[in-house]
């Protein structure tokens, strides 16, 4: 794919998964935005970007911080094409244990920071009215629920929600508006046992993560993401909007988006004791299904 000419911006690269988006992006000829909150992880970012990247060390969440990102793509490149928003944080504790403070700040950088910096870039975008490109990541905790994640959960799922309804909204502008989904081994995935000896392992003896991780469960590395990123990124994926598509290890996916999967009538309406004695809907599974080794 190639992107030159292009300019984007990632958010939350300075390391993990945004940094290989950043990468790749250049890699294919874009020009890049880097951003994190902190200036030395931006200094170094984007000097492992190359390619002229620019960084700008802020949190994402308030319009002042969208409007910085923006305005460091328009001052040194000219224009803005593709906004990743990747930053993100985890403040994981079960529901009765779970403060206001560790909900807000989680729901504040994931879904108002996609708001702030997708709005931000909508507006520009339609300005210089040559259509765009907005990847939002999501998670599978967000299309499925995990256990001690209300927030971050919440948030994703929002991201998706907003995924398909800006879809609806910038259609007429040629803004393309997708959810990506990525499975990938980070410091996060390291925590998880089933998974974490051999992500160890892959790192410590350069060999690359067991087949039945990167087929059967769908995780490989941070790099098997980016393809994804750079197609939804160029001229090739211009039809393909309001979707919320998985990458990681062998594994490409699109996930269904929610519809009524049962449905019953009851002449004259439904009371309670006729749902009682009526209900025989097969349940839905919920949860990140646990690893099957």
Excluded at 55 to 72: E, K, N
Excluded at 117 to 124: D, N, Q, T, Y
Excluded at 150 to 166: D, L, P, S, V
């Amino acid at each position: 794919m190639d992107l030159s000419g292009r300019v984007a911006i990632v958010t939350g690269s300075g390391r993990g998964l945004g940094l290989a988006y950043a990468e790749a992006l250049a890699a294919a000829g874009a020009s890049v935005v880097v951003n994190d909150v902190d200036q030395a992880v931006v200094d170094a970012a984007v000097a492992a970007v190359g390619g002229g990247a620019v960084g700008v060390a802020a949190a994402v969440g308030d319009t002042a911080s969208a409007g910085r990102l923006v305005a460091a793509a328009v001052e040194t490149f000219g224009r803005l094409d593709v906004l990743i928003t990747n930053a993100g944080i985890l403040r994981d504790r079960v529901l009765w244990k779970m403060t206001d403070d560790d909900f807000d700040a989680v729901v504040r950088v994931h879904l108002r920071g996609t708001f702030t910096c997708a709005r931000a870039a909508a507006v520009r975008m339609r300005e210089q009215g040559d259509g765009g490109r907005l990847i939002l990541i999501g998670s599978p905790a967000g299309q499925r629920g995990n256990f001690g994640q209300t927030n971050y959960a919440a948030a994703k799922a929002g991201i998706a929600a907003m995924a398909r309804t800006w879809a609806l909204e910038l259609a007429r502008s040629a803004i393309t508006v997708n959810a990506v989904i990525p499975v990938a081994a980070t410091e996060m995935t390291k925590t998880i046992p089933a998974f974490g000896p051999a992500i160890e392992e892959a790192e410590r003896t350069g060999r690359p993560l067991p087949a039945w991780m990167r087929h059967d469960e769908g995780l490989g590395t941070v790099e098997d993401v980016t393809g994804l990123i750079t197609f939804l990124a160029s001229d090739a994926s211009k039809d393909i909007t309001g979707q919320a598509i998985g990458i990681g290890g062998d594994r490409l996916t699109l996930w269904a988006h929610p519809s009524e999967k049962h449905i019953a009538y009851a002449e004259g309406g439904w009371t309670a004791e006729a749902i009682a004695s009526s209900w025989d809907f097969p349940p839905e599974t919920y949860g990140i299904p646990a690893p099957r080794r």
